[in-house]
C-alpha cells in the first residue's frame, strides 16, 4: 500500500480496478482548509490521461507491472506468438493487445511483454531497429535542398519517410516511438 503523501512519479498504482501511472505529483497546502496531492495519472492500458486529486492519507494499493524480454517468432494471421528465450515458454496475442506495435519488428527480434497478474497489456519494441528499405521511389539530383522526403517501405511493411538520397536495397535506423528515419546504416 501507497498513500498519496508517498506519490512518486513513475509509482504504479490500482484505483477502482484500473492501473494508473503517476506521470506528475503536487503537494498543495492552501492558507484555508487541508492539504491534498494534485496528480496526472495515465491509464497504462487504454493510454488515457486524467487529472486527480487526493487526500495525502488515502490509500491505494501498488500494481506490480511485469516486464518480460520475449523473442517474436512469427505470425499466423490471427495471432501474434512469442517466446520466453530464458523458459522457452510461448505466448499467442491477437491483434487487439498487439496494436501496432510490431509494425517495425522482424520475426526473431526481441520485445518487452509487459503485463499485470497476467493480462498482457503492453508490447514494447526496441527504442531503434535497422531495417532494409524494400520499394521506394528514385530521387533526383538537385532536389536534397529543401531537405525534402519521400515514402519508403521497409521489410515489415510498414512506410517510413526518408531522405531522397536513400535508395532502395539501404539499411536504415528507425526510431519505434516516432516511426522516424534517423541514419542510414
Known sequence: MVSAGEFRNGVTIEIEGNIFQIIEFQHVKPGKGA???RTKL??????????????????????????????????????????????????????????DTLKFVKENEMVKICSHKGNVFAIEPPLFVELEITETEP??????????????????????????????????????????YLSRV
Open 139 to 180: 530521387g533526383f539530383k538537385g532536389d536534397t535542398a529543401t531537405g525534402a522526403t519521400k515514402p519508403a517501405t521497409v521489410e515489415t511493411g510498414a512506410v517510413v519517410y526518408v531522405p531522397l538520397f536513400v535508395d532502395q536495397g539501404d539499411k536504415i535506423k528507425i526510431d519505434t516511438r516516432t516511426g522516424e
Open 42 to 99: 495515465k491509464n497504462i492500458i487504454s493510454g488515457g490521461v486524467v487529472e486527480k486529486t487526493f487526500r495525502p492519507t488515502e490509500k491505494f494499493e501498488n500494481a506490480h507491472i511485469d516486464r518480460v524480454d520475449m523473442q517474436y517468432l512469427y505470425s499466423d494471421g490471427d495471432l501474434y506468438y512469442f517466446m520466453d528465450v530464458n523458459t522457452y515458454d510461448q505466448i499467442a496475442l491477437n491483434p487487439d493487445q498487439i496494436g
Open 35 to 37: 492539504a491534498f496531492v
